[in-house]
Nanobody, 116 residues
């Protein structure tokens, strides 16, 4: 059974920083894309950032220049460094892991709240 567990959320003032981490455990074929998504109240889940095995990254326009995604393939972890946080970044952040065989796994989410 594959488990995906996020950590690092919390409450921060606007302009502050947070670092989210996601750890994958269990039996899984090789991991391909790892990513972060978020969902604000009353809104659909949206992509924040993704990173391939080789380190190629992609960001939503709203976070470019402020967020940085990274991964540790040996430890099966992915991180999201969030700087210059804004109130509109407030959401539940979810980690997503895709296996090379096409399976997709989600974590339970971690709350990020940015106060103005």
């Amino acid at each position: 059974q594959v488990q995906v567990v996020e950590s690092g959320g919390g409450l921060v003032q606007a302009g502050g920083s947070l670092r989210l981490s996601c750890a994958v455990s269990g039996i899984i074929s090789s991991i391909s894309i790892m990513g972060w998504y978020r969902q604000a109240p009353g809104q659909q889940r949206e992509l924040v950032a993704t990173i391939t095995t080789g380190g190629r990254t992609m960001y939503a326009d709203s976070v470019k220049g402020r967020f940085a995604i990274s991964r540790d393939n040996a430890k099966k972890m992915v991180h999201l460094q969030m700087n210059s946080l804004k109130p509109e970044d407030t959401a539940v952040y979810y980690c997503n892991v895709q296996s090379s065989t096409g399976w997709s796994y989600w974590g339970q989410g971690t709350q990020v709240t940015v106060s103005s």
